[in-house]
């Protein structure tokens, strides 16, 4: 009887142990409770097709303005935002070595027409002599030969100390036309090649709003060019609307965007560079299209779908649908609806393939008691 009692707890605990493991075993998973989902029946009707671009004020004419020689750059004379006006100097760069070119040049020009004054006195000298029989006819002939080379010599020193000259003057480099600086690429200090920018300038005059438009749409927005108010700005920050003129499409798209840089004169309108703006781009209404609130498109995969309703077994499928464009607040669909369709147009982020939900039916709301109601019930 003790042995007995000495293995009773251990029986009993492995009996508590038994237990235990089987009531924290796999439980059933609870079944998904039904959605609520706010439906639309999808129908065809009548739609104003507009896109909107971003866009931003750039000059007509922008100079990458850079010296013609090179050299170390001393000084700039004008920042970023500076108003320049046409001759005004705007940077200088190291002439020291210019000027020694523009000097030996000019050495070289002394000394080409020393010998070509050399060379014409004898053949004077070399005439007399010839008519005096002293001698001969060939003789004479080179040092003729001789006298015109040294002609040619002192034009070529002209010429390259006129060129040495003109490097000299480029060591300053001057506004070409008024306008205002629109970006700074050197900074003193820096020995500069030939060519290297230095100031950008935008150049005063005409204006510009440049956008961009996807490939698929290049083509309207080239048909809306000859459509009176088809094509307007909107500055950022307004509501007021005005028309612009389409003045040039790029005709290649861009290798990392691809997308259209489109320009449209801005005209006579009051724009600050690099101001940003939207143009709207009005196409004709369309009638027959499908349009749906934007909360009812969302993307999977990386394609536009929406959530369909099967009315029979109450349960949702995903359809992939093209868009069309934008009418306000709703999306036109363009392709893979059809009218009659029931589809989810709230609380799509939330679904998945095969779910059960159910319709959302607002609550009703009773009408608050009228006064006297109130006081015949207090009686």
Known sequence: MPHLLRLAPPLLLATLLSALLSGCGKQPAAPEPERAVRTQLVNAGAANASHEYAAEVRPRIESRLSFRVSGKLLSRSVNLGDSVKAGQALARIDAQDLKLAEAAASAAVMAARTNRDQAGQDYKR???????????AAELERRDSAFKAAQAQLEQAKAQAD?????????????????VVTGINAEPGQVLAAGTPVVTVALDGPRDIV????????GPVKAAAGLAGALK????GGDKTWPLTLREVAAAADPVTRTFLIKADAGKLDVRLGQSATVVLDLPQRVGVIKLPLAAVL??????????????SMTVKPVAVQVGGADGNEVIIAGGLSPGQEVVVAGVHV?????????YVPPRTTAAPTAAAASAASR
Request: hydrophobic share 40%; charged share 15%.
């Open 126 to 136: 070399f005439v007399d002599l010839q008519r005096q029989g002293f001698i001969s």
């Open 163 to 179: 060129v040495q000259g003109n490097q000299a003057g480029y060591a300053q480099l001057l506004a070409d036309a008024a306008g």
């Open 211 to 218: 956008f961009s438009v996807p490939e698929d749409q290049i």
């Open 233 to 236: 700005v909107r500055l950022w």
């Open 299 to 312: 993307q999977q995969s990386g394609k536009t779908s929406v959530w369909t309703l099967d009315g029979a």
């Open 351 to 359: 679904l998945s393939p095969g779910q059960k939900v159910k319709r």
